[in-house]
């Protein structure tokens, strides 16, 4: 079960490169000055599923801010589960976030390819968020950088890592 998990993650991690921001923080420092700017050519689908340690966040909400840092959408929780519609033309990046309610933290996580569109919001892709911002900013290298450093400082019980979703 540990392999199988591990494997989802980390196929996760190369193909989504999970991460995000807070919605007040600087478009400058999310994108570095070498990085193409990227949109949604048409309306796109968003979906995953949003868990902290506990399990999944029953219900909720996901907000989805652009690379301006300006709201685009918001979407219910349902279940665990988030789905939205994101509209043509949305300057990319996005910042998923979910504000907890037990708490003052967020989930956060970012999305920087069109072409991807299914994306998970937990703990982890909040760890990846934080160091690729420490890194310098929100680009492919940096996220590659930092889902490698948080995945090889996971702890190494499956029943800790990832946000519990084992």
């Keep these: 079960m540990f392999q199988f998990i591990q494997r989802v993650v980390l196929l996760s991690v190369s193909s989504i490169l999970l991460c995000a921001c807070e919605p007040s923080a600087s478009t400058s420092t999310l994108i570095s000055a070498n990085s193409a700017a990227s949109?949604?050519?048409t309306a796109t689908e968003l979906?995953?599923?949003v868990n902290d340690d506990q399990g999944l966040i029953e219900t909720g909400q996901i907000q989805v801010f652009?690379?301006?840092q300006q709201l685009v959408i918001s979407a219910p929780i349902v279940h665990g589960?988030?789905?939205l519609v994101i509209p043509a033309q949305t300057?990319?990046?996005l910042s998923l976030i979910v504000k907890l309610a037990s708490n003052a933290n967020s989930l956060k996580n970012i999305?920087?390819?069109p072409n991807i569109h299914h994306y998970d919001v937990n703990p982890f892709t909040t760890e990846i968020a934080r160091q690729a911002l420490l890194l310098g900013g929100y680009t492919p290298t940096n996220l590659r950088q930092a889902a490698e450093n948080a995945s090889i400082n996971a702890p190494k019980?499956?029943?800790k890592r990832y946000g519990g979703w084992h």
């Design 111 to 113: 999305v920087i390819y």
């Design 39 to 41: 949109h949604y050519q």
């Design 91 to 93: 300057l990319l990046p």
């Design 47 to 49: 979906r995953g599923k």
């Design 157 to 159: 019980d499956p029943k």
């Design 81 to 83: 589960d988030y789905h």
């Design 66 to 68: 652009d690379a301006k």
